[in-house]
């Protein structure tokens, strides 16, 4: 039992769950014809198995090359090597992306190619992008955007002005929250010479970096409270409270991001802007629920 919760722990599979969520919220709603049956159909099963593979791969492989860096950033949190043997590891690893890669053969040669592109991006971040200036941040917010993207790769009928801006949103979302783990996390990467922003740039510098992101991730939000009546939405009132919860869930915390990391100074402080940033994401997600209803 113990090793099953390990595993789950290892793939997170809390996230893996809310990102699968996420995709059938975008197929779903920001489709206007679907109705719930189509959620079950064996193609998008398909995508969403195939998707959560490649991320529970990821995360194992990013785990397996971030053991030393753990034990000195999360001591006490480390399962590879304590629970799981490193070989253990990679065979999860391996295992994972070939299941992933074979269930997205049943549904186009566009998902088989963005999946196996996926993967190779989330090998290459473990090994060698994280460590390097702003890349790694870049790939995976890349990878976070693309997991909505995707879902107009599997159904070409759904507006791509709503997954543009979708996508655009867990891409600078993501990107801010990355640079302030990297700023969380900045004495263990720094004993391993890694060259993340906070520690090529410094804290003061990195703060301004992330106060600027927030600053164009809060006027995008502001256009879109400008701009709904470009989303079809089901009457007048379904984009009232569409406004009223982006204004509440979403832009208001984006504002408090501001003071926060002006104020921010300690490890602890940095965990508490990127739980604010995780909520702001997740609140953004469910905010198309609206749209379909």
């Not at 007048?236 to 982006?246: G, R, T």
Request: hydrophobic share 55%.
């Amino acid at each position: 039992m113990q090793k099953i919760f390990a595993f789950f722990n290892l793939i997170r599979v809390v996230n893996v769950i809310i990102m699968m969520i996420a995709m059938m919220l975008c197929y779903f709603c920001l489709n206007d014809y679907l109705i719930a049956e189509d959620l079950l159909d064996r193609k998008f099963i398909l995508l969403l198995i195939s998707v959560a593979l490649t991320a529970a791969a990821g995360y194992i492989i990013n785990d397996y090359y971030d053991v030393k860096l753990d034990i000195i950033n999360k001591p006490g949190k480390v399962i590879i090597g304590n629970i799981f043997s490193r070989r253990q590891a990679i065979l999860f690893h391996s295992v994972l992306n070939v299941l992933a890669i074979t269930a997205s053969m049943f549904i186009n040669i566009q998902v088989v190619f963005a999946v196996i592109t996926s993967s190779v991006l989330l090998y290459l971040y473990s090994v060698s992008f994280k460590k390097q200036f702003l890349i790694g941040n870049i790939v995976i917010s890349f990878l976070s955007g693309f997991m909505v993207f995707i879902i107009w790769l599997f159904n070409k009928s759904i507006p791509v002005h709503l997954i543009l801006f979708y996508s655009s949103f867990a891409f600078i979302s993501t990107l801010i929250r990355e640079i302030i783990k990297d700023t969380e996390d900045i004495d263990g990467d720094r004993n391993y010479n890694c060259k993340t922003l906070p520690i090529v740039a410094g804290i003061a510098k990195t703060k301004n970096v992330i106060q600027s992101m927030n600053l164009i991730f809060v006027g995008g939000i502001m256009l879109l409270l400008l701009y709904t009546n470009q989303i079809s939405f089901q009457s007048k009132y379904s984009e009232n409270i569409f406004s009223f919860y982006i204004l509440i869930l979403v832009l208001v915390p984006s504002l408090s991001v501001f003071y926060m990391v002006n104020k921010a100074t300690t490890k602890k402080h940095f965990s508490r802007l990127s739980l604010v940033l995780k909520l702001i994401m997740i609140a953004g997600i469910f905010s198309m629920i609206l749209i379909k209803f």
